[in-house]
């Protein structure tokens, strides 16, 4: 049941004027300023410090970070990287997002993303680089186009179609992004020159469409989402007519058990999706058929600790990671799927994220911690801290040799950790 219509929303050219650093030194490779800071944060939080804040000097004082982007005023939502400049964007929640570099210390700022009237929860840039995409939880997106290289962001595009987004994904080579609504609701975008133009909005799942992923094609005539939702359905869309492709449903496929589905990762043709109750799920996309499922954890004192936040794919050996809120790290091998090892951490999961090709694996925690590990052996190869509070998203930069956290407490780390 979808609605398949193409109006162009008018783009928006009302440029704000703001502080920009030059587009050679966004361009500028990293190798400089390679000395450590904590130095410098003791003094900062020196002068900020009450007697409240006692507790805070003493994680600061073991603090591994390179350096620090500190301007958010509430929590760190969402982190995402620039595809070729040393550049992220941070959404918090003071109802705003920033664009930062990551090469210096300390980072340059480059431009306040400003419009959004509630937590910036979740975006991306296209594959090309030339647009941000970023959205709140009142429902309300915004595009920003490159200018000058990257050195500055003009409003370009705005939706306010839903009540709230749960998330954004971007497409990883088209220009094309999805949302998810708590009406169950999947709407995809297309960013056009002029515009934007509505793709397509599916109404399949009867309750929060909690998150999807674009499946790549052939070719720019395949345009593939899988949407998953609270109320136990995952469905496969074909964007450019809207049809399902097919619909996996509890009773009919799932043997009566209505697992409220929260996290998707595909690797090819093989999607997993993690659930609230601790189901995880393989799926041949291009059969939708079941290949596997299992319940992940048991025996949990509170049924909230089920709950799979986070997996990711490895490409280089057939690993898959699920990490979930009970602080469980498991490693199933994906073709046999046998737990293969187990890695525990003290506090909820929030992310897991693979470097490139490569086995070692990057994890962050409630606790306040990022990790790196290899997945082969379980050995832990790095540990980033300085965060009081917990660190909500990630992104991994120069093939996981610098991590950039996003912070509940507001604040953003760089490590290096080679």
Known sequence: MSDNIEQ???????????????????????????????????????????????????????????????????????????????MVVTGGGDNTAYLWTTHSQPPKFVGELKGHKESVISG?????????????????????????????????????????????????????????????????????????????????????????????GKDENELTLVSISEDGTIVNWNCFTGAVNYKLQPHDDFKGVESPWVTIKALGNVIAAGARDGQLAIINNETGKIVHSLKTLDNVEDIAELSIEALSWCKSVHLLAVGLVSGDLLLFDSQQWRLRRTIKVDDAITKLEFVDETPVLIGSSMNGKIYKWDARTGEELFVGVGHNMGVLDFAVLEQGKKLVTAGDEGVSLVFQSE
């Open 124 to 216: 991306g840039f296209t594959a090309d680089g030339k647009y941000v995409v970023t959205g709140d939880m009142n429902g309300f997106i915004q595009v920003h186009k490159a200018s000058r290289g990257g050195e500055k962001w003009i409003k370009f595009a705005e939706l306010d179609e839903v009540e709230e987004i749960l998330f954004i994904v971007v497409h990883p080579t088209l220009p094309y992004f999805a949302f998810g609504a708590p009406d169950g609701s999947v709407w995809v975008y297309q960013i056009d020159e002029s515009g934007l133009v509505q793709i397509m909005s599916g109404f399949s799942h009867s309750l929060e469409c909690n998150n999807a992923i674009f499946i790549p």
């Open 8 to 86: 162009p929303v008018e783009p928006q050219q009302q440029e704000e004027e703001e502080e920009y650093i030059d587009v050679n030194e966004v361009e500028e490779v990293v190798a400089e300023d390679n000395g450590p800071v904590p130095e410098d944060l003791d003094e900062e939080f020196d002068e900020d410090m009450d007697m409240e804040g006692a507790e805070t000097l003493e994680i600061d004082m073991s603090n591994n970070s390179w350096t620090y982007f500190d301007q958010h005023k509430d929590s760190i939502f969402t982190i995402f990287k620039h595809p070729s400049l040393p």
